[in-house]
């Protein structure tokens, strides 16, 4: 019989941000192959769930499992994890990144939402950490704070310290994605036939910018940034542009679609040293049209 890995973690701060504790337990078919709790100093409730479940990851990791199921009680983080949700919050993407990079190191993985109560173990371990304020348990890898100096990674990741971490470039970057939506639209006093109402397939590229890169090495995750321009996108898709803000009052032009594009995608993306360098909107397959903020 094949065996079976099932890993539960949980996180927590006193206070939110407060004094903070993580734990895990990984099982093998129903017996605990290691646990562990460690205090991971001041923080907010969600770093924490992230952090248990990085940790919990690297301990399966370290102990050869192939296939993981993980069991957690943050129905965010399993909802981020899934996809099912977007990551909007800048503490929150560089631990998404980082989790996401350790979980492509499985054959295959699961997650699964779980009540509080089934989740008792890893959630004592958390707090016997923030009592301590130690590590406890007896994980495979060891939780390590970083020294004081550099805590702002975990508490302040979304920093100008964290940006200044990544790697130093004499050049920029440049990462572009491309998606499209469908959407009617008629331009105000127009002298010609746009004035009427009429459709177009609209296809949108959008690229960003740094001249830095953050901890995985990427200027920007690809997947994020995808989620990040269809979170946009949608309001416009099957819909009449002259009813949505602010095409009630401005004309739906290429050039007034891009340049809204590109301000909700600048409010979207927090990584610090991250621009938006470009929205191209195609109003067809020859003509486009480019804005680029300063």
């Not at 939402?113 to 304020?133: G, Q, S, Y």
């Not at 008629?186 to 004035?195: A, E, I, K, V």
């Not at 819909?239 to 995608?265: G, H, K, Q, W, Y």
Request: hydrophobic residues 40%; contains cysteine; charged residues 25%.
């Amino acid at each position: 019989m094949l065996d079976t890995y099932t890993l539960y973690t949980d996180g927590g701060s006193r206070g939110n941000p407060g004094p903070a504790g993580i734990g895990f337990v990984l099982e093998t078919n129903g017996e605990t192959s290691c646990q562990g709790g460690a205090f991971i100093g001041t923080t907010t409730n969600n770093v924490a769930e992230y952090r248990a479940l990085i940790w919990g990851v690297e301990n399966a990791l370290a102990h050869d499992v192939d296939d993981l199921s993980i069991s957690c009680d943050s129905e965010l983080l399993v909802k981020q994890l899934l996809g099912e949700y977007r990551v909007k919050n800048a503490d929150l993407k560089p631990l998404f990144l980082e989790l996401n990079a350790l979980l492509r190191k499985f054959d295959s993985w699961k997650a699964r939402h779980i009540p509080r109560e089934e989740n008792v173990r890893a959630d004592a371990l958390a707090n016997e950490a923030m009592d301590a304020k130690d590590q406890v348990g007896e994980p495979c890898v060891d939780f390590l704070l970083p020294p004081i100096s550099e805590q702002l990674t975990i508490e302040e990741v979304s920093s100008e310290a964290w940006a200044a971490k990544s790697a130093p470039s004499s050049g920029r970057y440049e990462l572009t994605v491309r998606d499209h939506f469908d959407a009617a639209h008629h331009l105000y006093d127009y002298p010609g036939q746009c004035r009427n109402l009429h459709g177009h397939t609209w296809d949108v590229e959008v690229t960003v910018a740094s001249s830095s890169l953050n901890e995985l090495g990427m200027v920007y995750d690809f997947a994020v940034l995808k989620e990040d321009l269809k979170a946009v996108l949608d309001v416009y898709d099957h819909a009449d542009l002259n009813v949505i803000p602010p095409f009630d009052t401005i004309s739906p032009t290429a050039e007034n679609l891009a340049r809204i594009i590109c301000e909700a995608l600048q409010r979207q993306i927090t990584q610090p040293g991250v621009i938006v360098s470009a929205v191209v909107v195609w109003e067809s397959p020859i003509a486009k049209l480019v804005y680029r903020p300063r």
